[in-house]
């Protein structure tokens, strides 16, 4: 295997000189570099990054923990933070909570033993303390998709409440005013930041609220489904559904099918972000989608800019906007109101 100084033998510079070219620590001139560079390229000379690592505190390895990978929405999010971190010379490992408090904390601590150098994370619950204590660690981090209170951070997330305002009064545009939302947790931001864009739209439009219609439960198929049964039992029934993400989207339509509810002549339905590729539906869902590559690789740069001191000074908040896009779910007329 070549070694550094195979490397400045074959350049015809001092090993330091190949050093500083590689970890690009000071000027070296254009026609030094090329002849390092070719030199590398010739004998296939791959750096010790393990021993860079150890003189830099350096990992060049990043975290990124997520709450549910199955979701194509996190998928593609990871996707854009891993290929940002790649093209910044990066790895990047990732992580999955369930929404479990008790497994967040597990995978801090086991990522803070592998002196990770920064990390991008969706906060289960309350996050001030675990964020404290990533700062007294010396650990950047960015949090993705959700606002946090306390101790402030770097977020990066979706406009959920306009997104949630912009499907409310697509429905309402359409001749509904007996809407029924189904969210997550009351303890999750975007969750409480959708039912939020709901009620403003309806108070906009002078349409009391129903709390009946108002649904909390999981961002999950099987929440969506039990929320979904609810909602459709009452008398009179919602002639809209609007599903706080895509998975709550799938237990309701299940539902609907089960109960003979046709989409979108008996119940429209829209929801957020598109329904996973391989699930063929008719009608195909009315959402407010979310730019989730963008997300993930706008959160990855931010803290990479972290790391190399290039960030702008103070905490940023980037808040991405969603856009509505109609299809056949939402209905273009009602039927019986």
């Keep these: 295997m070549p070694t550094l100084r195979d490397v400045a033998k074959r350049a015809g510079v001092a090993p330091i000189t190949v050093s500083r070219v590689i ?19 010739q004998l296939g000379y791959v750096p010790n990054t393990l021993a860079r690592s150890l003189r830099s505190r350096r ?19 990871a996707r854009g933070a891993e290929d940002a971190a790649s093209k910044a010379g990066f790895s990047m490992m990732l992580g999955n909570t369930d929404e479990s408090e008790e497994k967040q904390a597990r995978y801090m601590k086991a990522l803070l033993e592998k002196q990770i150098d920064g990390i991008l994370f969706v906060p289960v619950g309350k996050t001030p ?3 404290r ?30 997104g949630a305002y912009k499907l409310t009064n697509l429905l309402l545009s359409l001749g509904h005013r007996r809407i029924a939302v189904l969210s997550g947790p009351k303890s999750i931001s975007t969750a409480e930041d959708r039912v939020q864009g709901y009620r403003r739209a309806l ?12 649904q909390y439960g999981a961002f ?18 919602p002639t809209a559904i609007f599903a706080g993400n895509n998975f709550i989207a799938i237990g309701a339509l299940k539902v609907m099918q089960g109960l003979h509810v046709r989409v979108p002549e008996d119940v429209a339905l829209v929801g957020f972000d598109d329904l996973p590729a391989n699930l063929t539906i008719d009608p195909f869902l009315t959402v407010a989608r979310q730019p989730a ?37 939402s209905g273009s007329v009602v039927s019986a109101l």
């Excluded at 970890?23 to 070719?38: D, F, L, M, P």
């Design 23 to 41: 970890n690009n620590t000071s000027y070296i001139s254009e026609g030094t570099k090329k002849r390092v560079e070719a030199a590398i390229r």
């Design 59 to 77: 990992t060049c390895t990043l975290a990124l923990v997520l709450t549910d990978i199955t979701n194509p929405f996190w998928t593609t999010v």
């Design 203 to 214: 108070a906009a439009q002078g349409v009391p609220i129903q709390p009946d219609l108002m």
């Design 129 to 131: 303390a675990l964020i």
């Design 293 to 329: 590559y963008e997300m993930g690789s706008r959160a990855a740069e931010l803290l990479l800019a972290r790391l190399d001191g290039t960030a702008p000074r103070g905490y940023q908040e980037v808040v991405l906007p969603t856009e509505v896009e109609i299809h056949h779910s």
């Design 133 to 162: 204590m990533l700062k007294r660690q010396d650990v950047p981090v960015v949090v993705l998709d959700r606002r946090i209170t306390g101790d402030r951070a770097d977020v990066v997330r979706c406009d959920s409440e306009g």
């Design 220 to 237: 999950t198929v099987e929440s969506g489904a039990e929320m979904a049964d609810r909602v459709l039992k009452l008398s009179p029934r």
